[in-house]
């Protein structure tokens, strides 16, 4: 792979890194126990003068606690090809070893197989 398309690649996974690190502070706090996870913010709307705004506050815990999740997970595959780049090996499949299209790292700098590994899953 070409030096500057690493590069460039690097600059789009930082970006994509730091939307959803922004994203992940509105609905969550960083565990300083564990790095690289975060804890969902419980919404507390008020004083619950009814069962129901004890269960609205729930439901949206709940939506938020997938939310955050999925967000980790991305931000972990983001770091993963951040450490790759600097470690000289990223673009690499990590089933078959061959180079991952530079296509598809375009279209998913994030991505750790090629497209034909990707489908035999």
Excluded at 10 to 26: A, C, H, N, S
Excluded at 30 to 42: E, L
Excluded at 43 to 58: I, K, N, R, Y
Excluded at 83 to 106: A, S, V
Aim: glycine residues 4%; aromatic residues 6%.
């Amino acid at each position: 792979m070409k030096k500057e398309t690493a590069q460039q690649l690097k600059k789009q996974l930082e970006e994509k890194k730091g939307k959803i690190e922004k994203e992940l502070e509105t609905i969550a706090q960083k565990d300083p126990k564990f790095k690289g996870d975060y804890d969902t913010r419980y919404p507390d709307f008020g004083t619950h003068q009814s069962p129901d705004e004890s269960a609205l506050e729930v439901s949206a815990y709940e939506s938020t606690l997938s939310i955050e999740y999925a967000l980790e997970i991305r931000l972990q595959e983001i770091n993963t090809a951040l450490e790759k780049i600097k470690k000289g090996n990223y673009g690499k499949c990590e089933k078959c070893g061959k180079p991952i299209d530079e296509k598809r790292l375009m279209a998913m700098p994030e991505a750790k197989t090629c497209a034909k590994c990707q489908k035999i899953k």
